[in-house]
Every structure is written in C-alpha cells, then in structure tokens.
C-alpha cells in the first residue's frame, strides 16, 4: 500500500511514544529537518500558543512553477485518536476530494494508516502521509482542468469590473 520513497520518510520521522498532545514537537521538528536537508521542504506550520490551531503554508512544484497555499487545522479533542482535518480554504468547492471549508479527504488511504499506528503518528504524520500525498495527486489534475492556476499567470489577467 505504501511505496519504497515514503517508507523511507516515515522511517525518519520519530514515532511518538506516548499519548502525545497537540505541543509534542519532536517529530514535527525532525521532519522538517530531514526535507531540509533532502532539498525538498515544502511547508511552514505554526500554531497558537495553545497548540490547538495550526495555520501557514504548503506549496507544490509543477513544471518548474511553485503553487503555493496557505493551510490551517484544528487538532481535535480526541487528538491522537482522531487526526487532524487538514484544510486548504481557497481550493474549497474546486474538487470532489475536499469537504465543508476546504478540508482534505483523506478518508481512504490516510486514515486507516493514522487509526492503525495510534497514537504513535503525530502532526509530521498527517503533513508526510496525508498533505503531501494529496498534493502531488490533486494538484497536477487541478492545473490540468484549468481549477487553480499559477500566481503569475493570475496576475498577467485583465481585472473584471
């Protein structure tokens, strides 16, 4: 189900070890660190004091143009048991694969990996297993069908009045 490239990210991203609140940072950390230095980073994340809401932007590479947007989640109450619903709010109603507020779906191939491995997948979990995965599938068809386009060609446009 899970091919040779990704199970070699998940391998180095630390499994948490505990029940682990919305704070635990380790393994977000360590993420971040190992796309770094692969030369392939392609999020910043921040969160509130609390932890509870994470807001920034993701961004994907396609034909050598950068399409980038800005994401937000809640960590649920039930968090770890439940992963968090990632959302892309200005791709919302552009695609069948997104619920209420732009919210990711992630039902099929995500979630049975986070409820199996509970509560050892954290917030580097659901952006290497489910944000990434859904970018590289969804945004070369969303170019492809004309549903998003590249900033720079947004801006070469005519205003409507």
């Known amino acids: 189900m899970v091919d040779e490239a990704t199970?070699?990210?998940?391998?180095?991203?630390?499994?948490?070890?505990?029940k682990a609140g919305p704070r635990e940072y380790q393994a977000l950390i360590q993420y971040v660190q190992n796309n770094k230095e692969s030369d392939n980073d392609?999020?910043?994340?921040?969160?509130?004091?609390?932890?509870?809401?994470?807001?920034?932007?993701?961004?994907?590479?396609?034909?050598?143009?950068?399409?980038?947007?800005?994401?937000?989640?809640d960590i649920p109450v039930t968090y770890p048991t439940t992963s968090p619903e990632i959302a892309i709010p200005?791709?919302?109603g552009?695609?069948?694969?997104?619920?209420?507020?732009?919210?990711?779906?992630?039902?099929?191939?995500?979630?049975p990996l986070w409820a199996r491995d509970v509560p050892r997948f954290g917030i580097a979990h659901a952006m290497a297993l489910g944000l990434g995965?859904?970018?590289?599938?969804?945004?070369?068809d969303l170019i492809q069908?004309?549903?998003?386009?590249?900033k720079s060609i947004l801006q070469d446009q005519p205003a409507l009045s």
Request: overall charge positive.
């Open 42 to 73: 392609w999020f910043r994340l921040e969160s509130n004091k609390e932890g509870t809401r994470w807001f920034g932007k993701c961004w994907y590479i396609h034909e050598l143009l950068k399409y980038e947007f800005d994401i937000e989640f």
């Open 133 to 140: 995965p859904w970018l590289a599938v969804e945004i070369p």
């Open 145 to 150: 069908k004309g549903f998003t386009a590249h």
């Open 94 to 111: 552009k695609i069948a694969k997104m619920y209420r507020g732009g919210r990711i779906c992630l039902t099929d191939h995500f979630k």
């Open 7 to 18: 199970k070699s990210t998940l391998a180095k991203i630390p499994l948490l070890k505990t």
């Open 90 to 92: 200005e791709l919302d």
